[in-house]
C-alpha cells in the first residue's frame, strides 16, 4: 500500500495558513512556512516546475488554484500521481459548494472546510470525492448539522459514485464520441507527429440503479466473437475508464459494463497512435513584388470524402435521412508580417479579417464540405523603408481549427448500449460522434499544422436505435 499523507494545507498566495488539517500527528504548522520558502527558491529555477517539493524527510505536493494553494505534506512514500489528482477533486468538491474557490470563500466556510477534509481524506488515505454524494450529508447551512443525518447508501456500498433513489420521469442517456486530432507537419510537407485522442463523454438521467453495457467495434472482441473484423474494427491503445467500469470484466471478455453515475462524466477516454492523414490540408505561398508590397496565396482543401452517414438514425415516423461529413466552423490563422497594413483580401468562400494585434489573417469558412478546395488571395503594403541589418523574418506556423460532425478518424462505432434495470423501464439512448482539431501547434510555411480547440457545446442529435 502507498503511503499515507500527514496532512494537507490550504494557504493563501503569500503562504500563510489559512486552514490545515493534521491526519497522522507527525507533522505541524512549521510545515507549511518550510515548504513556501522552498517553492520561492524553486521559482527561482526555470527548469524546475515539478509539483514535488521536499526537505528534511518530509514530500510536499502541491497546486495552485486562482490565490489560494493546496498542499499535502507527508513523512512516507506516497503515489504522487493519485495525491495530485486527489487535490485537484478537492478543488471541484469546493468549487462545487462554494462557486469559485478562493481565499474570501475558504474563510467564509471554515466550518464546511473541515468537515469535507474530514470526509474526502481519512488517517491520510482519500476516500470519498465525489461533490454530488458529499453534499447530501454535509449542508453549507450550519444551522442543519445540527439534524444527525444517516450517511448515503453511496458511502456504505461499493457504489461511491451514485446514490440509490434517483428517479426521473423520462429516461434518457446522452453519448458523445469525441475525437482531437492532433497532426504536426514541418515545412516539406512531411508529417513529424499525428495521434487521435478520443473521449466517450456521457450524460445519464436514469432512475434506480441501472447496469449499462457497452459495445465498440473492437478488434479483440470481434475476433473473440469470430466475427469478420474486415474493414470494420480498430485497435484500442492507452484507455483510461471512469472508475464505474468493471475492469475485471472488461480484462476478461472486453465488455464495457457499468453503473454509471448520475449526470455528465467521462466514461472512457483513448488514444491511438496511427499515421493520419491530414483532414484539411493549407498550402501557402508568399511573394514579394518589390520591398513595400507582398502577395499571399493560400490553398485550402479538404481531404476527407462527402460520404453518406455510416450511422442510422431513425425517427419515430420510421422514415431515415441521409447526413454527409462536412467540416464546420473552420478557422484558418496566418501569420502575416507585423509592420503589414493596408491589407486586400479576397476569398472563394467564407470571409476573412486581418487582426493585427495578433499579427494574423483571420480566415472563417462556416461549411467546407468533402473534396473541396477553396482560395485566398491577399495583398499587403509593407515600409518602404526597412533598417540595414533587418532580422530574419519569422516563421509563425499557420494553424487550423475545425469541427467535423457525424465523423471520426478513427472508425471507432458504438455497436450497442444497453440499459438494463429492475424496475425493466425502457430507456432512450442517443449517441452523437464528432471530429474536431487538438492540442498541437507549429507549423511553417507553405504547409499547415493544426492548432486544436474545442468550441461550442455538444448537443444531442436524434435518438439512435439498437
Same mark, same amino acid.
Given at each position: 500500500m502507498a503511503g499515507a499523507v500527514s496532512a494537507l494545507f490550504l494557504l493563501d498566495i503569500k503562504g500563510r495558513v489559512l486552514v490545515w488539517r493534521d491526519y497522522r500527528g507527525d507533522v505541524s504548522a512549521k510545515q507549511a512556512e518550510r515548504f513556501f520558502t522552498k517553492l520561492i527558491e524553486k521559482d527561482g529555477d526555470a527548469q524546475s516546475q515539478d509539483p514535488v517539493v521536499y526537505d528534511n524527510g518530509v514530500s510536499y505536493l502541491f497546486i495552485q488554484h486562482s490565490n489560494v494553494y493546496l498542499m499535502t505534506?507527508?513523512?512516507?512514500?506516497c503515489n504522487a500521481a493519485s495525491l495530485l489528482f486527489f487535490l485537484h477533486r478537492v478543488?471541484?468538491?469546493?468549487?462545487?459548494?462554494?462557486?469559485?474557490?478562493?481565499?474570501?470563500?475558504?474563510?467564509?466556510?471554515?466550518?464546511?472546510?473541515?468537515?469535507?477534509?474530514?470526509e474526502m481524506m481519512d488517517f491520510g488515505y482519500p476516500q470519498y470525492t465525489e461533490a454530488n454524494i458529499l453534499s447530501e450529508f454535509i449542508k453549507t447551512d450550519a444551522y442543519r448539522m445540527e439534524v444527525t443525518q444517516r450517511p448515503p447508501m453511496a458511502v456504505t456500498n461499493a457504489?461511491?459514485?451514485?446514490?440509490?433513489?434517483?428517479?426521473?420521469?423520462?429516461?434518457?442517456?446522452?453519448? +458523445? /464520441? $469525441?475525437?482531437?486530432?492532433?497532426?504536426?507537419?514541418?515545412?516539406? *510537407?512531411?508529417?513529424?507527429?499525428? +495521434? /487521435? $485522442?478520443?473521449?466517450?463523454?456521457?450524460?445519464?438521467?436514469?432512475? *434506480?440503479?441501472?447496469?449499462?453495457?457497452?459495445?465498440?467495434?473492437?478488434r479483440i472482441l470481434l475476433e473473440a466473437q469470430g466475427r469478420s473484423t474486415k474493414g470494420k474494427a480498430i485497435d484500442l491503445d492507452d484507455i483510461k475508464f471512469h472508475q464505474c467500469v468493471r475492469l475485471a470484466r472488461f480484462e476478461n471478455d472486453r465488455t464495457i459494463s457499468f453503473i454509471p453515475p448520475d449526470g455528465s462524466f467521462d466514461l472512457m477516454t483513448y488514444r491511438l497512435n496511427t499515421q493520419v492523414k491530414p483532414l484539411i490540408w493549407v498550402e501557402a505561398q508568399v511573394e514579394r513584388h518589390s520591398r513595400s508590397r507582398v502577395e499571399i496565396l493560400v490553398k485550402a482543401?479538404?481531404?476527407?470524402?462527402?460520404?453518406?452517414?455510416?450511422f442510422k438514425i431513425l425517427f419515430t415516423n420510421g422514415k431515415m435521412i441521409e447526413l454527409y461529413s462536412t467540416a464546420t466552423n473552420v478557422e484558418i490563422e496566418l501569420p502575416v508580417s507585423s509592420d503589414a497594413?493596408?491589407?486586400?483580401?479576397?476569398?472563394?468562400?467564407?470571409?476573412?479579417?486581418?487582426?493585427?494585434?495578433?499579427e494574423a489573417l483571420i480566415w472563417k469558412i462556416r461549411s467546407f464540405p468533402g473534396g473541396k478546395e477553396y482560395m485566398l488571395r491577399a495583398e499587403f503594403t509593407l515600409p518602404s523603408i526597412t533598417a540595414e541589418e533587418a532580422t530574419p523574418e519569422r516563421k509563425a506556423p499557420i494553424r487550423v481549427k475545425f469541427e467535423i460532425p457525424y465523423f471520426t478518424v478513427s472508425g471507432i462505432q458504438v455497436r450497442y448500449l444497453k440499459i438494463i434495470e429492475k424496475s425493466g423501464y425502457h430507456a432512450l439512448p442517443w449517441v452523437r460522434y464528432i471530429t474536431m482539431a487538438g492540442s498541437t501547434g507549429g507549423h511553417h510555411l507553405p504547409l499547415a499544422q493544426w492548432h486544436m480547440t474545442r468550441s461550442g457545446p455538444i448537443r444531442p442529435t436524434q435518438p439512435m436505435r439498437f
Open positions: 505534506a507527508s513523512r512516507q512514500n478543488v471541484d468538491v469546493f468549487k462545487h459548494y462554494f462557486e469559485e474557490l478562493e481565499e474570501e470563500s475558504l474563510r467564509d466556510n471554515f466550518v464546511v472546510v473541515y468537515e469535507l477534509l474530514d457504489v461511491s459514485w451514485r446514490s440509490e433513489g434517483i428517479q426521473y420521469k423520462k429516461n434518457e442517456v446522452f453519448l +458523445d /464520441v $469525441v475525437e482531437h486530432v492532433n497532426i504536426l507537419v514541418n515545412s516539406n *510537407g512531411q508529417i513529424i507527429r499525428s +495521434d /487521435v $485522442v478520443g473521449a466517450l463523454k456521457m450524460r445519464t438521467y436514469l432512475s *434506480g440503479m441501472p447496469e449499462c453495457k457497452l459495445g465498440l467495434n473492437d482543401r479538404s481531404q476527407f470524402k462527402e460520404r453518406r452517414l455510416m497594413s493596408n491589407p486586400d483580401v479576397r476569398t472563394s468562400m467564407g470571409s476573412a479579417s486581418y487582426v493585427p494585434e495578433d
